[in-house]
């Protein structure tokens, strides 16, 4: 599995987060669906499933690793 640092540096133009750093930042507020959108990360790619998709549960998240996250 690749470090934070690793994925971070081949998404160039993206912020990443650990799975547990995010969900701090959406309960403080700090960032919103208004902010941007993002993808979880299965610690290899980047997957297909989007962090606002509704239909996911916690289960189906909890063990990606990270956030990729991009800014509007």
Known sequence: ???L???QAE???ADVF???E???LLDDGSITSYDGWGYFHDG???TKYEVYDDTLTW???KNFPYVV???K
Do not use: S
């Open 5 to 7: 640092k690793q994925v």
């Open 18 to 20: 650990t799975l547990e």
């Open 69 to 71: 996250w991009v800014n």
């Open 11 to 13: 998404e160039k133009y």
């Open 44 to 46: 290899e790619k980047r």
């Open 59 to 61: 289960d189906d998240v």
């Open 22 to 24: 995010f969900c701090k």
């Open 1 to 3: 599995m690749k470090t």
